[in-house]
């Protein structure tokens, strides 16, 4: 049997942030209440395209692999807000890095895109049709958050991570996975009026909103990846206790907890980097386990588990064998171009719509 082991890690994170304290000055909060609801400090603001941030983390992944682009057989973008829908927006990925031999298509599972393009890769791998493929996590939410809304506007941020998954004898890289999703309530997150829903020149045009049932999230998350968690376990006869360490979806430090304390799981066994990114959806699982191997919290022949969930309610678990590096080959000098905006500066257009938006009919400036 082909397994699929991950022989390339890398992450690209904005260099503006956006503070709770920031926030402060465009809405009624405060970085207690964010924090201690959420778990979140502070989030990165892109100034380049999501396709950028890809194509930044998967030259730090192909270099970390010992690979050039050209060697890649397939690369699946996750995401769920590409800069283009058409063309895709793995195909500016594939212009960027010349990797002119690479099939490449975008998945939209939302927060769990990652954990499923991992799923697709690692199948394409195991069936013999690609020997390397690039799985990567990209997302610029804030460009869709209505910042006169506190209760989303604080929970997301910028980023992506990337892996290579390369063909193996050895037994490594994701061994056992569930995929589903609770569609019955795919209603209580998401993005009205968006994609070919959306009326044209209609007086919405410009202003994006999240519908956010936030309690009813937290019920069906847990119990998803809970679910879900328990399969890959059970599929590869692998004990909670044997679990070196969790890489669970960024999106709420409460879930993060309630989870493993599910599992039975110590939290220094957990890897959690929320605070300083928030919740950006397909990347984060990607970006936290790249800063797990920074960390040392990695070693060779790891059990690691991942789980994730959501918009759709789309979740999903995957169950992974570390190979025998857990360091780079080659080092990448690549870096985004300059940024000379703050945070604030970057979405202050966006805050002046949103706030106007929100003024009741009439109103004055």
């Known amino acids: 049997m082909n397994y699929a082991n991950i022989t390339g890690w890398g ?22 209440w964010i924090h201690s609801r959420t778990g979140i400090k502070a989030r990165r603001v892109s ?18 692999a010992g690979l050039d682009a050209d060697q890649l057989d397939g690369i699946i973008l996750a995401t769920a807000t590409p800069g283009t829908l058409v063309p895709n927006g793995a195909s500016a990925v594939q212009q960027a890095l010349g990797a002119h031999n690479a099939a490449v298509f975008d998945l939209n599972a939302a927060c769990t895109g990652f954990v499923y393009a ?31 809304k506190r209760d989303t506007a604080v929970l997301f941020g910028d980023g992506a991570g990337a892996v290579v998954v390369e063909a193996s004898h050895q037994q490594a890289g994701l061994i056992a996975n569930k995929l589903g999703c609770d569609g019955e309530a795919r209603e209580i997150l998401h993005i009205p009026n968006f994609g070919t829903d959306r009326i044209r020149f209609a007086d919405i045009d410009g202003l994006f909103t999240f519908n956010f049932e936030g309690q009813e ?15 890959v376990l059970a599929q590869a006869n692998i004990s909670p206790e044997q679990v070196d360490l969790m890489v669970p979806h960024q999106a709420n430090i409460r879930i993060i907890e309630t989870l493993a304390k599910r599992m039975n799981a110590p939290m220094d066994k957990v890897m959690i980097n929320i605070e300083n990114y928030g919740n950006t959806s397909a990347a984060t699982v990607p970006i936290a386990l790249c800063e797990a191997l920074e960390q040392g919290r990695v070693a060779p022949n790891s059990w690691l588990l991942t789980a994730a969930f959501g918009a759709g309610l789309t979740w999903g678990a995957a169950l992974i064998k570390w190979g025998d590096r857990v360091t780079p080959l ?29 003024r009741p009919e009439g109103s004055a400036s």
Do not use: Y
């Open 11 to 32: 992450k690209c994170l904005p260099p503006a942030v956006l503070s709770n304290d920031d926030l402060c000055t465009i809405m009624a909060t405060s970085d207690e």
């Open 47 to 64: 100034h380049v395209s999501t396709s950028a941030l890809a194509t930044l983390a998967a030259r730090r992944a192909l270099a970390c």
């Open 118 to 148: 991992l799923s697709v890769a690692t199948a394409l791998v195991q069936t013999g049709m690609m020997k390397k493929v690039l799985v990567i996590g990209a997302e610029r939410l804030t460009t869709l958050l209505d910042w006169a």
């Open 217 to 231: 999230i937290f019920k069906r998350a847990v119990r998803g990846m809970g679910e879900a968690i328990g399969a």
């Open 330 to 358: 080659r080092h990448c000098d690549a870096e985004l171009p300059p940024c000379e905006l703050t945070g604030l500066e970057l979405i202050a257009h966006a805050v002046a719509g949103c706030q106007q938006a929100a």
